[in-house]
């Protein structure tokens, strides 16, 4: 017969090691799980009278993000703050977000936005309606600044618009200009 000190031993370790397995003892440290970055709670706002909203993803060109969020096409003229001017053709109005996401300066050129037609013809902004719309040729864009501005453009009545090709700012110290990204157009 076996020492029952042996035994009770050898019970009292199995239960130990068993009891260890079971899952219900306290538990280990917690993986670690990803904090969500805090978001800015905009207002929506109203769209514009005639604007369709754009619903197209951010873009990044060199140093500078872009998103199109509204447009406006087949416009006969329009008013300024002292005038009132007539297209040529007809104005189509890319309402557009621009920022710079880095830490240095940039510098967005309005002249540069190309809108592209769907025969693959581009149009570069009406530099006129940009004046009297009091949008900007060029800006300077701080680290860190977003600045929401209109493209006029004055196209063929019958162009059919597909897409704009947007051009950033290259990245600090590189020489040139950037390749241009292209959002599709409703």
């Not at 003892?25 to 905009?42: H, I, R």
């Not at 993803?57 to 002292?82: E, M, N, W, Y």
Request: hydrophobic share 40%; with cysteine; glycine share 10%.
């Amino acid at each position: 017969m076996r020492d029952p000190l042996v035994l009770l031993t050898g019970a009292a370790l199995a239960a130990t090691v068993l009891s260890g397995c079971s899952g219900a003892g306290p538990a280990g440290p917690a993986s670690p799980q990803a904090t969500p970055t805090p978001t800015y709670e905009l207002p929506p706002r109203p769209v514009r009278p005639s604007e369709s909203p754009v619903r197209a993803a951010p873009v990044t060109d060199g140093d500078t993000r872009f998103q199109v969020i509204g447009l406006q096409k087949g416009l006969s003229g329009f008013f300024g703050s002292h005038a009132e001017w007539q297209a040529k053709g007809q104005y189509v109005v890319v309402r557009i977000l621009v920022e710079n996401p880095g830490r240095t300066n940039a510098r967005f050129d309005a002249k540069r936005q190309r809108l592209v037609a769907a025969d693959g013809t581009t149009y570069g902004i009406d530099k006129f309606a940009q004046a009297i719309k009091r949008q900007p040729d060029e800006l300077p864009l701080g680290a860190q600044v977003r600045v929401e501005m209109d493209l006029w453009y004055d196209i063929p009545k019958e162009a059919k618009v597909s897409a704009i090709r947007l051009f950033g700012d290259p990245p600090l110290g590189v020489t040139g200009s950037t390749d241009g990204v292209q959002v599709p157009l409703p």
